[in-house]
């Protein structure tokens, strides 16, 4: 396997760290500061040239440019300010630029789904949004954190594995397309194919954008509930920028300095620019000592894990030409102990290798026609490695028995390229073109030609009056391993009601695509007989969402928005297990099921003075597939909850105080149980509900060093039961996993910037 | 190990001492039974090949290959005969005694039904299996009668596990004097074969298998204590007929009951293993008439954060034919991380008088 030699890296990276300051030396610069009314930095405004060259400010609002513009003119723009004209002031090499807010300060930028970053309110779809302030703020241990606490997600922890599933809106994750910068996650594994969304670094993450229903037309398969494109940090104009994290935490109340107990996290960032040139390199440690619980001997109730991630970047660009290519390597190593034993005690590593090699580009032919590319190549690896300890001898070996040690091995190329050709003021065409090959191997995985997908789709922007938007999109695929559905389409609109009120309804077609394990997956042994089936074909959907998002200024201090929102999600042909009707000793997959989701959401933020609150309700309901056996059993079960985001910004001691809170409520079911004489019939069953609370603060000190502090799960929960009596094929028993009790965290932050 | 090669070096020695002192005593050598050992149970893997028949007076072990046989004769006073549980097989009786008319809608009915089939979705299975826990009390195969009229055909799935799928059989069974007649053939087969069984005083059971003829599969009925083996076994599913269902099970116990061998389960909080004496064997009631005392008990099922494991509370005392009564206890289900090799430990308590 790949294991680091963590020092010699180390060393090396540090090393070309300490070399950049002396190839920065020679260049003159001017050096721009973008600020509000307040004098309060204004992240990522751009600054056009009358060249028409844009420039990007970093999150402190900072830009550098590298000669004096044509008769000193710009213009600077950001979202949720007002567009300044201004003319650099002659002879000085430093200057600020005030804008003031437009009327919405609440204005967020989006860009899933969109050819280039637009505002929120502009986009046609409906984006939730999780800020870097939020994220900044929280200081995460892992992505899952983020997002346990949203509206309609809900994890389930899977424990044997050391990972967790996650469902969206009632929809299992494999319907959710997990994207890094718009590029599609491979790596599906686990028992139901669906990506591992902690694999990821934390300390790369910028901000999460949440698109909730179909986005099948631009993002194809498996983006049937919705998406989670995660965006990753970008470079700011600084010449050059270190940044270096160090956290602790505790796992509930177990923990010990630096290693082993508890979750230790370390991160390096470095990047330079060198005239049209820019170059990233990240490192990343993210450490979980797992968490005893119950457990006396050898085992965990959560496996440790340890993570290594790795990213180098290096990007070129000009005023019509943008290059990026990011290599991200993880490595991560999960610990599963065997129980005490007399003799032979075994332990197995689940350890996944992911190389992701990712190039994404822009290229403006002119002001009517411009293309963005996203090309990644990823090659994916998960072994399970069995090790065996000898209780009376103390040898401990990689056991060599057969079947000891897998190997699943993923590889997948992806491709996706749009155009977005203005044709007029009023309509926009954006055609685009999405490849997607992924080759399965491994011990339980029949030989297989791989899956190879190719699509087209072509979406027009039209907006007849300024107040109107109507995006109507098709999508035509051609899959090598199953049928794919004839035509996606899907039709978005949004309609300006009134200058602080706009109302969105969609139309969308969403699939879902057999995974590889789903078609060639086989499994024999003395307790299972399960063979994939290669005549899937893909589920699909029929989804209908609407929202209102409703924005005001009560005053100058006050500003609120609302949003309500409602979905209808239909699904067909949904791939379940079943009896293989060749051979009843054996189960396999068909295309079966029915599924329904629907339900509503409210969203209202508030923004007075130094407090920002976030509070939301939503409900939502799940299909039961026993009503079509059992009258008894209702049509849809429906589960309420409720989140709540509180910020408080502390301005004398440079601080904020953070609360996060989110009541999941109980998750009702049905399940077939026999009656006194041995009848089928329908039991309701019932998941518990639970609250979660996470507070944290952050303090700034000086202009380099921020302290995150913190407790997570302040509620102390732990476990929740369920009365299902069944549960599935490895009994999960009734109590179900969720948190590891209250923990506490402390986080070191120092950049330093030129 | 050591200590088991030490030990029965020792043994070898008293026996080689014993031999060389009473070189021409017509009186036959006694060997004193092994004290105590490490037995690595040759299970054949990770896919269970074998069934193990473990002797401790000797610390000896015989592996034979689960799918090497298909009926057993039972050699006592009564006329049964068992098929190979070890592999899963089932039985069914057709209701007709002529073996040739027996073909094609026997079989389909069979197949219809699922009854054949070892799964969890067949409810029935329980009543084509022999009985796990004591087969000769309620075989699936009727007690064959002196009447030969009453001997029905039966059609036998000579079950899939550690064995390649093959034909179903079918089988009718008849007296012949003090021992058996075997008249076999494929289910669909217009023709059939006849075989002799004659019981063996020295056996449990004579072995047949339908390529082979008779064959040597469990040692005589003195000669081994408990088999580590695959094979069907029974659980209360109140759905199930009877209540029970029939399910194969990868790590079964048995105890030689045919072979008079008793065994006790103790657990470890009562008397912990190495405390326990040859005082404290008064306080148990060996059972020896159910071959699963030690069956599925002696390990965990695993669950979904854990493997399967043997379980560390309970230990078992075996009461061989000679009345030798050994402490056993079970140390791994793996040998080197390979499964379907588990090991185990026995001490001499109490030695026959």
Known sequence: MHRFNLNKHFLLFLLLLLAMPLWTQAQTVLKGKVVNTKGEAVSHATIWLAELKGEVADEQGNFTLTKLPKEGKLKISAVGFETIWSTWPAGKTSESFVLSASTSELETVVVTGNFEPQSARQSVYQVRTISSEVIQNRAPRNIQEVLSTELGIRFSQDNALGSSNMELLGMSGQNVKILIDGIPMVGRQGTSNEININQIDINRIERVEIVEGPMSVVYGADALAGVINIITKSDGSEKFDVKARVQEETVGNEYSPFDGKGTHIRSVTGSYKFKNWDFGASFSQNNFGGWKGEETGREYEWLPKDQNFLNLKAGWGNESLNLEYQLDFLDETVFSYGPEARLEMLDQEFITSRWMHRLSGRWDTNSKFGVTWQGAFTDYARESQTWVTNARTGEHYQSQAPGTNTTIDYIGFSWRMIGDWKIAEKFKLQPGIDLNLENGSGERITENEGIQDYAVFLSGEWSPISTIKIKPGLRKSWNSAYDTPALIPSLNTKFALNENLDLRLAYANGFRAPSIRELYFNFFDASHSITGNPDLKAETSNSFNGSLDWKTEVNPTWKTSTVLGAFYNDVKDRIAYGQDPDNIQVTTLFNVEHYKTTGFTLNQAHSFKNLTANIGFSYIGRYNLLSEEQTVVPQMSWTPEVNANLTYQISPWRSTATLFYKWTGALPGYETTADSEGNPSATQIMLDGYHWMDISFKKDFGGHLSVNAGARNILDVKQISSTSQGGDAHGTGTQRPVGYGRSYFLGLTYQLNK | ?353
Not at chain 2, 131 to 149: G, H, M, V
Not at chain 2, 258 to 269: C, L, M, N, P, R
Not at chain 2, 307 to 332: C, G, M, Q, T, W
């Open chain 2, 1 to 353: 190990m050591k200590q088991y090669r030490f030990l029965s070096l020792t043994a070898l020695l008293a026996g080689a001492t014993i031999f060389s002192s009473c070189d021409d005593d017509p009186e036959p050598v006694i060997v004193p039974p092994t004290e105590s050992g490490i037995i690595e149970v040759d299970g054949g893997g990770a896919e269970y090949p074998n069934t193990a028949f473990i002797q401790f007076r000797t610390g000896t072990q015989t592996a034979v290959a689960r799918e090497s046989w298909d009926l057993a004769f039972s050699s006592g006073s009564d006329f049964k005969v068992l098929i190979n549980g070890t592999t899963g097989a089932m039985a069914s009786a057709t209701g007709k005694t002529d073996i040739s008319t027996v073909g094609a809608d026997e079989i389909a009915a069979a197949e219809a039904s699922g009854e054949l089939i070892l799964t969890f979705t067949n409810l029935e299975g329980i009543l084509h299996v022999d009985d796990a826990a004591n087969p000769l009390t309620n075989p699936a195969i009727a007690s064959i009668s002196s009447t030969d009229a009453e001997n029905e055909v039966y059609l036998l799935n000579r079950g899939t596990s550690a064995a390649t799928e093959r034909p179903w059989k079918k089988i009718r069974i008849t007296r012949n004097g003090t021992g058996y007649t075997l008249e076999h053939a494929d289910a669909d087969s217009d023709t059939f074969t006849s075989l002799e069984v004659s019981k063996n005083a020295e056996d449990n059971f004579v072995y047949v298998s339908f390529e082979n003829g008779i064959v040597e599969v469990e040692p005589a009925k003195a000669a081994w204590d408990i088999a580590w083996t695959a094979g069907t076994s029974s659980t209360p599913y109140p759905d199930a007929t009877n209540g029970t269902l029939a399910y194969f099970f990868q790590d079964l116990v048995y105890s030689n009951i045919y072979g008079g061998v008793g065994v006790a389960q103790v657990v470890e909080t009562d008397i912990a293993y190495s405390d326990f004496t040859e005082a404290d064997v008064f306080s148990l009631t060996f059972s020896t008439n159910n071959r699963l005392t030690i069956g599925s008990s002696w390990r965990s099922g695993g669950g979904p954060s854990s493997s399967p494991a043997v379980k560390e509370d309970i230990y078992y005392l075996v009461k061989d034919a000679e009345a030798n009564i050994y402490k056993v206890r079970f140390l791994s289900l793996t040998k080197d991380g390979e499964r379907g090799k588990p090991s185990l430990e026995f001490e001499l308590v109490s030695e026959e008088l």
